[in-house]
């Protein structure tokens, strides 16, 4: 760079000297002759002063002595020099800080070897960038000195002095002059006298514009031997002028921008870095991963905090140790020895490690180990980060736990058993044997859950778990299918009679009361079980048929065992294949239909009310009977959808009723537990009474005693809110269930139905259906409820009826269930 050049390569060293006795204006001829800007007053060999142009300044022209005094009476003096080693750039700064034109070059003794002006340093100081970049007005001296023609020479060597100006332009009739300090040295030589300005200013004076670059005025100057341009506006106006000096000046400014700025930078960086390290040592003592810098032999030399915590070790305990200090003894020399290959040959290792904690505890860690090179590619340290990943590998045992077992009772899923099922299958192929899949259903427990909450339902399930498994022989296995559903799988069996024999004991275990705090209940269960090859080969079917045969086993009393027939697999496709029907039904609504079957007063045959009844015809299965339609809806949980398509029928149909004429009568619909039992069900009843305009004295249900028995005040608080709507309410079967005589005076019921069957006795010659329809229609009357005799089909049940206390009828006897318009046509009153 040229300004880090020293100073000794662009000085003058062909110095002008003279003896102090020298006369001035011979002094300034010398000058003038040699067009420099300095002469050095020398005494022998030393330097005594200095005379320069701007020295000229100071000389009385109007005393013609005065040129030709001594120098040693106008020189300057002390005279300040620089070594020869200064940086141009130094020396630059150094003429705008002490306002000098002229340094003497002197060396370590004080002889003189040169001097260096200000015009030096912008013809070597590399300004070119800065003059390519720049234009005339960023230099100029701007409102530069002009003075008339007529003023006289001592007048303007005495303003010159006054505003520190090294020229001034002059007026010369219609041009402009310049006279500059180096004018007045030729003036001292000449000693022309206190003439007129005009007569001695330069002319014609060069000039430039203020939008042109300063590299172009620099040429001008060099390109024509002089030292000022005046500088010109767009109109031709004198707005500045332009020295040498100026140049300087600005690349001096431009200079110190630069430092400036060099320097706000370095110490941005300085902060930024200070910043930036700060940020990694707070990183790294707070990262969560252990940390550990050792030095090329493994000698720890530094540890953070998150390595205190899972080790136990402080940075005092491990400095200077090894991280042997870890081993854990469960790695073999051989494992380490691969690890240390690979870091001498990839630089890196990473692998999963057993290492020990100051406690003696043991722990799995995640470890990362790098090497650290320097510039020559040598290791000089060893950085190590490793997490604590023991609780992490135990979660992922108990994901593969829950992926694999029941979280609630720890026996295999479905998933697990069907694993063990396929491979003894396989075995017992092999082996030519039988297995047995023994399907497991508890009886009632819903009602468990229902009554005693959820948290004893799962406590029930554990015990039951346990006592199956105990149960079981060693090489059997038990899982959990989900629900209340277990299924055991009974290897190498001979006879399907040891099946049986263990789904006896199985029954017998659950048979036996469960105790949950200080309640003691009792469960049943229902096993259906199928045998391999007997039955099927396959995972699928032999899960399948056994469930075919615990469906039997329910639906034939519940609390016993079948074993799968042939029969049961054409009953369970029919089953499933209706269940689809009715999903599809359900979807269209087409083949569901709503009939009505009237209820009259017994005494006056008055047409009283009607209950709704659900119709499905399929063209595939025909008429269905509800008998069978309405448990496999229970079952597969259609019962809400399809309870909801009904209530919505009844309420529309009683509107049609309404516009069209007719009177209708209150008509009752069944609701399902799981229906009675939904949070909203109040609020939907009445959003679909009001949105048919429908009274709610016209709509009524029907319960049947199981669903209020577990949960007596809840159904109560449900029951008054439907009779507070305007609905009436009937207990339906009645004396069929849990039947409880107290819950008749706490429920707000209107109704008792008595069941069918009580009606049947009273012409079947047996006296206990009559003791129990006395005993009941008494008790409602007493309570002040209706009594409703269902199933009333001939003349002799309706003259026994006479001796109760019963108010209505229904049975086949006094009408059929039938369509809404047969209904309305037969019994309906139009308006």
Request: charged share 25%.
């Amino acid at each position: 760079m040229p300004q880090d050049l020293p100073i000794e390569r662009i000085m003058q060293t062909g110095l002008l000297c003279c003896s102090p006795r020298t006369p001035l204006c011979e002094a300034a001829a010398r000058m003038a002759e040699r067009c420099c800007s300095s002469v050095l007053v020398m005494e022998g060999d030393a330097v005594v002063g200095i005379w320069t142009e701007h020295d000229s300044l100071q000389v009385d022209f109007d005393e013609p002595g005065a040129v030709r005094v001594p120098i040693a009476q106008v020189m300057s003096y002390p005279v300040v020099s620089l070594p020869p080693s200064t940086p141009i750039g130094e020396a630059a700064m150094r003429f705008a800080a002490e306002n000098r034109r002229h340094f003497l070059v002197a060396d370590a003794d004080g002889r003189p070897l040169g001097i260096v002006s200000q015009s030096d340093v912008v013809l070597n100081q590399g300004l070119e960038p800065y003059l390519r970049l720049r234009e005339v007005r960023a230099a100029m001296r701007p409102e530069p000195v002009i003075l008339d023609g007529g003023l006289s020479l001592r007048d303007t060597a005495s303003t010159m002095q006054a505003a520190t100006c090294d020229a001034v332009v002059v007026r010369c009739g219609d041009t402009l002059g310049i006279l500059t300090e180096r004018d007045l040295v030729r003036f001292v030589a000449r000693h022309p006298g206190n003439t007129a300005i005009r007569e001695l200013a330069s002319r014609p004076l060069m000039s430039v514009r203020a939008d042109d670059m300063l590299i172009h005025a620099r040429d001008l100057l060099i390109g024509h031997h002089v030292r000022h341009l005046v500088v010109l506006d767009e109109d031709g106006a004198v707005v500045g002028l332009l020295g040498f000096g100026d140049m300087l000046a600005g690349a001096e400014q431009l200079y110190l921008a630069d430092l400036r700025d060099a320097l706000e930078k370095r110490d941005q960086a300085l902060a930024q870095s200070r910043r930036n390290l700060q940020l990694a040592e707070r990183v790294i003592d707070s990262s969560l991963e252990g940390i550990i810098i050792t030095d090329a032999r493994t000698r720890i030399e530094f540890v953070n905090p998150a390595f205190t915590h899972m080790t136990g070790y402080s940075l005092e305990e491990a400095l200077g140790r090894t991280p042997a200090m870890l081993s854990s003894g469960r790695h073999d020399a051989t494992f380490y020895r691969h690890m240390w290959d690979d870091l001498q040959a990839r630089g890196s290792w990473r692998g999963e490690i057993w290492n020990r904690r100051k406690s003696g505890q043991l722990y799995l860690e995640l470890l990362t180990i790098t090497a650290i090179r320097d510039d020559d590619g040598q290791i000089t340290h060893f950085a190590a980060l490793f997490n604590d990943i023991t609780h992490l590998r135990e979660n992922e045992e108990r994901v593969r736990r829950l992926a694999y077992y029941d979280a609630l009772t720890q026996l295999p899923n479905r998933r697990l058993l069907e694993d063990r099922l396929s491979l003894a299958i396989r075995h017992a192929h092999r082996q030519t044997q039988r297995l047995a899949v023994i399907f497991i259903d508890l009886d009632h427990f819903k009602q468990v859950n229902d009554s005693l909450g959820h948290a004893a339902g799962d406590e029930l399930l554990m015990q039951v778990a346990r006592r199956l498994s105990a149960h079981l022989r060693e090489d059997d296995s038990l899982a959990r299918l989900g629900g209340d559903e277990f299924i055991a799988l009974l290897p190498e069996i001979e006879t399907p009679e040891e099946a049986a024999c263990v789904a006896r004991r199985l029954i017998e275990a659950i048979r036996a009361p469960f105790r949950f705090g200080n309640r003691e209940f009792r469960v049943g269960c229902s096993l259906g079980i199928s045998l391999y090859p007997d039955d099927d080969t396959s995972v699928e079917g032999l899960l399948h048929h056994a469930d075919a045969a615990m469906y039997r086993a329910k639906q034939e009393g519940r609390n016993t065992y079948r074993l799968f027939r042939a029969d049961m697999h054409a009953h369970d496709d029919r089953r499933l294949a209706l269940e689809s029907a009715l999903r599809e039904t359900l979807e269209t609504g087409a083949g569901l239909d709503v009939h009505y079957q009237p209820l009259f007063d017994r005494d006056t045959g008055r047409l009283c009310s009607a209950e709704a009844l659900m119709r499905w015809r399929h063209p595939a299965f025909g008429d269905l009977s509800p008998t069978e339609f309405i448990p496999l809806a229970e079952r597969s949980g259609l019962i809400l959808p399809l309870g909801e398509y009904l209530l919505h029928r009844v309420v529309e149909q009683l509107r049609i009723w309404r516009s069209t004429g007719f009177d209708p009568v209150p008509v009752a619909v069944n609701l399902s537990a799981r229906q009675f039992w939904q949070r909203d069900l109040v609020d939907w009843v009445c959003a679909e009474l009001e949105a048919q305009e429908v009274p709610a004295e016209l709509l009524g249900f029907e319960l049947t005693e199981s669903t209020l028995f577990d949960k007596q005040q809840q159904a109560s608080q449900i029951l008054r809110e439907l009779r507070e709507l305007g609905c009436t309410v009937a207990i339906d079967d009645f004396g069929t269930g849990y039947s409880s005589l107290s819950y008749l005076q706490e429920l707000p019921i209107s109704t008792l139905k008595i069941d069918r069957r009580f009606i049947q006795s009273l012409t079947d010659g047996g006296r206990g259906g009559q003791a129990i329809l006395a005993a009941v229609t008494g008790l409602a009357s007493e309570l002040g409820l209706q009594v409703v005799a269902e199933g009333v089909e001939t003349q002799a049940q309706l003259i026994a009826l006479e001796r109760f206390p019963v108010h209505r009828i229904q049975g086949f006897l006094t009408g059929h269930p039938v369509a809404a318009d047969t209904f309305a046509d037969n019994w309906l009153i139009g308006r």
